[in-house]
């Protein structure tokens, strides 16, 4: 094993670059490979070939690198040229600028083919900010006129092969080959992170359950995620390669991570689901908020017949007549249907088709027995109806008032109260003694879908006994609004 102070000596770097016909690892191709070989002070070996990627190359990558679909018309595909590459790069020190992307091609290419790849990587954005620190900018045309570096045919494989090999024989001059050695040696065992961000700041991560929001340029709030272990899965975003378009841009784009810790994991996703539905990240396509909640009242009407109503003026406080929560009237009509056809109900009294005389049109199918024009009993039907509808008839609140709900951390000593109303979290107190003169805000609160269902499944599933609950009957319960 390499010592010290010959880690440069005793391993062959791989200095590599891609073009492709886009971002999407998943879903482009590589056009072009360009390899140079260095090893203890000087250029032992170089490689290169375009790629037939299979599809077509678009106008705008053809303008950027000037590779055009004749130039790869005739050239190998990359199964063709894959046991030659593994070959070359065994062993080796991959290097490349922005690594992972560089990587993460390398490594799909060669998952269609059903064959594994790995190898210890060195991106020289992290080299450039290991050395450079008092700079913002480490891209590779920001490299290039900072230190003087000649001039290179840019998005050719082998023209940013030889810019990023002339800023590491610059870097190396400097700094000398001791400290480069130091350098690579740490990044080289340090876990990947993304290459525009000080690892520094993911030393400070808490190793306790909360909330990390991801930061891109102008403090734009990129990604909103919960763990049980906030530093260990804030890792784990960058600890494995990037199988698509959105989570290359996500690491490319982040500039900084905050948290919020929580004494649990109900807390964690408590305000996960509001940070996500307030601030409105950028990559967060789950949980959104619903613009108007729906839900189902069944209703007697005309011959004491039950009928279903689909209802958007919820009150939380009545939630035991509402049957279902839906995020669009649309979803709960696809509900109603699905319903009906399992259970031989009257798409009329349903709302599925108009009212009016005669049977509904299931009936001439045979999928209705008959209570649209009186041939089933009401008693009969009515029930039959409640319990086809029964799974989605909602939870009464159980308490006359507010609870608080407290969640305990032994590990840190971080106590959370939880003060929940009618199935909504008003607000988060960290001792008992706040309880006493606690008022909620002016401000209304809102009726959150993923939030009721989180604190039914906490309240009152199989979990509910590792909870202490504080009753609240005399707290003012907030004005509430429904989406």
């Not at 008959?370 to 008839?393: K, P, V, W």
């Amino acid at each position: 094993m390499a010592t010290r102070s010959t880690l440069l000596q005793q391993k062959t770097f791989a200095f590599l670059d891609i073009e492709t016909t886009g971002g999407n690892p998943q879903r482009d191709r590589i056009t072009e490979i360009g390899i140079r070989f260095w090893r203890a002070g000087e250029v032992v070996g170089e490689w290169q070939t375009l790629l037939n990627p299979e599809a077509r190359i678009s106008g705008f990558i053809e303008r950027l690198t000037g590779i055009t679909n004749a130039m790869v018309a005739d050239a190998p595909l990359f199964a063709d040229i894959a046991d030659k590459l593994e070959q070359q790069l065994q062993g080796k020190v991959f290097v490349a600028h922005n690594a992972r992307f560089d990587y993460g091609f390398i490594k799909s290419e060669f998952r269609r083919l059903g064959r594994p790849f790995s190898a210890k990587v060195l991106c020289t954005v992290r080299l450039s900010r290991a050395l450079y620190p008092e700079h913002s900018r480490h891209n590779m045309d920001a490299l290039i006129a900072r230190h003087n570096l000649p001039a290179v045919e840019r998005h050719r494989a082998m023209g940013d092969v030889a810019a990023m090999l002339a800023f590491f024989e610059h870097a190396r001059a400097e700094h000398g080959p001791e400290a480069i050695n130091n350098a690579i040696r740490k990044l080289l065992q340090r876990q990947s992170t993304p290459s525009n961000v000080p690892a520094e700041l993911f030393a400070g991560l808490p190793h306790g359950p909360g909330v990390y929001r991801f930061y891109g340029d102008n403090d734009v709030l990129l990604y909103v995620g919960k763990s049980t272990n906030i530093a260990q899965r804030v890792a784990s975003h960058f600890s494995g390669d990037h199988q698509s378009s959105r989570g290359l841009r996500l690491s490319e784009s982040l500039r900084r991570v905050e948290f919020t810790e929580t004494a649990g994991e109900l807390g964690a996703l408590l305000l996960e689901l509001k940070q996500i539905k307030t601030l409105n990240p950028l990559y967060n396509r789950r949980s959104r908020a619903a613009k108007q909640l729906a839900s189902l009242v069944l209703e007697e009407g005309a011959g004491g017949y039950l009928q279903a109503r689909i209802d958007r003026s919820l009150q939380p406080d009545q939630l035991g007549q509402y049957y279902g929560l839906f995020r669009s009237k649309r979803d709960a009509q696809t509900a109603i249907r699905g319903i009906a056809g399992k259970n031989d109900l009257c798409g009329k009294l349903l709302g599925l088709e108009p009212a009016g005389p005669g049977p509904c049109f299931q009936r001439s199918l045979g999928r209705c027995k008959g209570a649209c024009e009186g041939a089933e009993d009401s008693t009969r039907y009515n029930l039959r109806m409640q319990i086809a509808f029964h799974a989605l008839r909602l939870k009464t609140w159980p308490w006359p008032g507010a609870v608080g709900l407290v969640e305990e951390n032994p590990d840190t000593g971080r106590t959370d109260i939880l003060v929940i109303c009618n199935w909504i979290h008003i607000a988060t107190l960290h001792a008992e003694q706040e309880l006493e003169n606690f008022e909620p805000g002016r401000e209304p609160v809102t009726f959150d879908l993923d939030s009721y269902k989180l604190l039914v499944k906490a309240l009152l599933g199989r979990d509910r006994k590792q909870y202490r609950i504080i009753e609240l009957p005399a707290l003012v319960q907030p004005a509430v609004l429904m989406p």
